[in-house]
């Protein structure tokens, strides 16, 4: 079992910047990726960023050269910087890390943190 705890979500007007945090707990060393998702309403959730354990990074087309996605291991944590935000990036955040459990990875949500754009 892994608990992902999330914090660093708000309001804030276009163009400005936000720091998500989300820190891993529990089985941490069967953890192969880190990563978030957003979901607003009324759409699908959609993954932002994902970096792996070798540290590599992927991003959705809509956020990069604007997001960041980092990790700390020895803290357990992952961040998602977000700079000139968009009111389109207006969303529910969740962490998700994909952790392997015997022969399968399993994915584990945190429990979301609202960010939301003005325009």
């Known amino acids: 079992q892994v608990q992902l705890v999330e914090s660093g979500g708000g309001l804030v007007q276009a163009g400005g910047s936000l720091r998500l945090s989300c820190t891993a707990s529990g089985r941490t060393f069967s953890i192969n990726a880190m990563g978030w998702y957003r979901q607003a309403p009324g759409k699908q959730r959609e993954l932002v960023a994902v970096i792996t354990n070798g540290g590599s990074t992927d991003y959705a087309d809509s956020v990069k050269g604007r997001f960041t996605i980092s990790r700390d291991n020895a803290k357990n944590t992952v961040y998602l910087q977000m700079n000139n935000l968009k009111p389109e990036d207006t969303a529910v955040y969740y962490c998700?890390?994909?952790?392997?459990?015997?022969?399968?990875?399993?994915?584990?949500w945190g429990q979301g943190t609202q960010v939301t754009v003005s325009s």
């Open positions: 998700n890390a994909k952790v392997l459990e015997v022969a399968l990875i399993v994915d584990y």
